[in-house]
C-alpha cells in the first residue's frame, strides 16, 4: 500500500513539474523560409487554456541574437491595445488544446518575425517564451 501511494504522490508531483513549453512549430524555428505561410502552427509539450493566453507576432528589424530577441518579445508583450501594428491575425485555437494556430496578415515584407506568448498552462502555470523566422523570398 505505501508503494501504491509513494507511486501515486510521485505521479501527481511529476504532472505538477510539467509546465507546456514549446515542442515544435511550424515554420520551425530559426528557420529561413522562402514563401510566406499563412499561418504559424505552434506545438506545445502540455495542454494550455487559449482562452487565458496571449500569441502575437511582431516583425523584427534588430541584431538576431537570443537575448535581443528575448527582449524584443518581452517589450512587445507588454504592450496593449496593438493588434492593428501586429503581423498576426489571431489564433484560430480556443479551449484546452496543446496545439495553436496563429493566422498571419497578408502581404507581409521580408524579414524577420518574432513568435511570442505568454500562456496559462493547465497545470495554472504561466510560460513567456518565443521563436522565430525568417522569411527571405
Known sequence: MKKLLLSFALAIFGVALAHSELASSTPANGAVVKVMPATVKLNFSGGIETDFSTFKIYQYTGEVTRGQLRYFAKQMMAVKNDAAKRS?????TTGTSSN?????RSALKPGVYVVMWHLLSVDTHTVDDFAYFTYKP
Open 100 to 104: 495553436v494556430t496563429i493566422k498571419l
Open 88 to 92: 498576426d491575425a489571431g489564433t484560430s
